[in-house]
Structures are given as structure tokens and as C-alpha cells.
């Protein structure tokens, strides 16, 4: 290769080496510095760790029982001659649901009330005979039994009849029509069904754990997707003595108020129980890093980013409880945390919680 080409060749590389640096250097040009000073500060947000209550809490799920519930059966067999319910209906203890035929019943009772009008008649001219020796002793004797077997029959056939009209044994909501009028029933036929929803109880399983931890009187709160952001208050009602060996998990229910009557037998409910509750430094869950087996928070020093390793307790409500490392009411980062590390410039953005403690101050 002559000595004039070689120069010619120098020549461009030194062109294009010089072209390089000038648009690497250039404003705007990718890795140009914008601080010939030393690195661009991190925008960041701070919010202050605060303290608040953090509960210990067992959560299950359960399906709701009334306090009382039966299946309305008659107790004795017949025709349906009347229902006075309807599906739905709150009644009151001993309000009639239903009717049966009870014609045969009402002769008897009749009949029977008769009988027993003319054994009294007997009776007392007996007795008044008695006083004058005019009749045996024998005879009002004989007389008093059949008055008092006349009233046994009276009994029993009143009995019979009142068992007709089938009432309710306590006050509730009552079910779906089982039977239409006219049904032949029995003893064994549902005509609806009766609960008692002035209360819940709840019927839920516990990891044996936490017994003795469980007792009654505990707050205990209930939820439902029939109710979205509603919450039911209520205690923890009994306890079993028994662990189950195969499930190792106890049962226990917790007991509901239900003024509205909104809440039905069978209902699916998530449960939590409170066992205990603390006061603790609380930061928001977004501030926290973890890196391996530590966690640690980022706060302010100056313009500069400091890295604090904090220990963490119980999570809740977005918020996350710091054991150990950080006190309350210091500002940590909770926005542009993962750009950050130890000595990392920032530059704060929004409101700083320690202007707003000084001003309070």
C-alpha cells in the first residue's frame, strides 16, 4: 500500500473518531451529561411512618345458623283446611300457621262436654241424697269416678282437637309453602319451615393453635359478597371442648346481632376473630424493600437518600408494622424507592411530612 493511501486512510478514521466524540458530547445526545457536576438527583415522595392498632386475627369461613329453627309438621294426620301464613311472613309465638280438618273432632269434644254435664247432674243428687241416708255411700263413689273418667275423656278429645291448628312455637320468619290446602298430611309432612334470625350464629373451624386463645366475649367480624363493603359485628358465642383429631381444628360460633333481618340461615360468611391489638410504627407497604433476608426503608438525609434495615411485624390495610429501626413520625420514600440506594441523590416531590411537623410545631 503506497504512503499516500495509508494517509488518506488515517485521515478518515481521525474524521469519524472526531465526528463521535462531538455527538456523544453534544446537549440531549444519548450519554451526554446533563450535571458535569456528579449524578441526576432521583425524584421522590415521602410520607411520614405513623402509629396506629394492629390486631392479631384468626380468619375462617362459615355459613350462618339461625337461633332457633324447626320444620312445622302437624301432630297428627288429616286434610289441609287452611294455611295462614305467607311465605316470608314474621309471626309471633303461638299465631296459627295452618289448620286441619277437625269437623270429627269438634262432634267429639261436643259430645264428650255433654257426658260430662250429666255425670256432674248425677253426681250432686247423689250427694244430696247422701246427706239423708237415702242412697249408699257406694253409689257417690261410683258416681265421682265416672264424673272424673268424663273428664279425663273431655280431655283427651280437647286435646285432639287443639292438635288441628298447628301454631308456632316461637317467633321468626316463616318459609316456603310446603303443602296446598286440601294435602292429605301426617306427622311426618314439613308445611314450611320456622326460624328464629333475631340472631345469627356462625359455625366455624379454628386450627387447634390458637385454643385457650379463643374465648367467648371476643370481638368477632363477619363479611359476605351479598353484602360488599359491609361488615357484621358480633362475639364469639361457644366453644366446643373437642378437637377434631383428623382436621386438628376445633369449632366454634360466633353469635351475630340481626335487628334488619338481613342475614338468612346458610349463608356463606368470612370470619375474623381479634385476639389482641398493639400500638406500632406503621409505614405504607410501598416503602419497604427487601433484599434477600433483610428489609430496610429508605428516609431522607439531607438530599441524599439513607438506607435504614428495619424489622417488620403483621401486615394490614396496606400498611406494615416496623418492630425495630424506625421511630414514628420519620419521613421515608414511598415513591421512586427501587431507583434508589445508600447515598443516592433526591430531589423531593409533593409535600414533605417534615415541613408539616415543623408548622405544627
Known amino acids: 500500500m503506497s504512503a499516500r493511501r495509508q494517509a488518506a486512510i488515517a485521515a478518515i478514521l481521525l474524521i469519524m473518531v472526531g465526528a463521535g466524540a462531538w ?13 458535569r457536576g456528579g449524578p441526576q438527583a432521583v425524584p421522590v415522595e415521602l410520607a411520614a411512618a405513623t402509629t396506629g392498632q394492629v390486631a392479631e386475627r384468626v380468619e375462617a369461613v362459615g355459613s350462618t345458623l339461625a337461633r332457633q329453627a324447626v320444620d312445622i309438621v302437624p301432630l297428627t294426620s288429616g286434610r289441609v283446611a287452611s294455611l295462614a301464613f305467607t311465605p316470608g311472613q314474621q309471626v309471633a309465638r303461638g299465631d296459627v300457621l295452618a289448620r286441619l280438618d277437625d269437623v270429627a273432632e269438634q262432634a267429639a269434644v261436643d259430645e264428650t262436654r255433654a257426658s260430662l254435664r250429666e255425670a256432674e247432674l248425677a ?8 246427706t239423708n241416708n237415702n242412697v249408699a255411700q257406694a253409689t257417690v263413689d261410683e258416681l265421682e269416678a265416672a264424673y272424673a273418667g268424663a273428664r279425663a275423656r273431655l280431655d283427651r278429645v280437647q286435646k285432639e282437637l287443639d ?18 290446602v286440601g294435602a292429605r298430611v301426617d306427622d311426618e309432612t314439613v308445611l314450611t319451615t320456622l326460624d328464629d334470625l333475631a340472631e345469627v350464629e356462625i359455625e366455624f ?19 359476605s359478597s351479598a353484602f360488599p363493603g359491609r361488615a357484621f359485628e358480633g362475639r364469639i358465642g361457644t366453644i366446643d371442648s373437642r378437637i377434631d383429631e383428623t382436621a386438628r381444628a376445633f369449632l366454634v360460633r360466633a353469635v351475630l346481632p340481626n335487628p334488619d333481618l338481613l342475614l338468612p340461615a346458610g349463608m356463606f360468611m368470612h370470619v375474623a376473630v381479634t385476639l389482641n391489638a398493639h400500638e406500632a410504627v ?7 424493600v427487601a433484599e434477600g433476608t433483610a428489609t430496610f426503608v429508605f428516609t431522607p438525609g439531607g438530599d441524599r437518600a439513607r438506607r435504614v434495615e428495619v424489622d417488620l411485624g403483621r401486615r394490614q390495610f396496606g400498611a406494615v408494622e416496623v418492630v425495630q429501626g424506625l421511630e414514628a413520625g420519620t419521613p421515608v420514600v414511598v415513591k421512586g424507592v427501587h431507583r434508589l440506594r445508600d447515598g ?10 417534615r415541613a408539616a411537623g415543623e408548622a405544627t410545631s
Open 123 to 130: 253426681l250432686e243428687r247423689a250427694k244430696q241424697l247422701r
Open 23 to 35: 455527538y456523544l458530547g453534544a446537549p440531549g445526545a444519548p450519554g451526554a451529561a446533563t450535571d
Open 163 to 180: 292438635e288441628r291448628t298447628i301454631e308456632a312455637p316461637f317467633g321468626g320468619i316463616v318459609g316456603m309453602r310446603r303443602v296446598d
Open 282 to 288: 406503621l409505614v405504607p407497604e410501598e416503602a419497604v
Open 344 to 353: 443516592t441523590p433526591i430531589e423531593i416531590r409533593g409535600a414533605d411530612p
Open 205 to 223: 373451624a379454628v386450627p387447634e393453635m390458637f385454643y385457650g386463645r379463643i374465648r367467648p366475649g371476643q370481638p368477632v367480624q363477619a363479611t
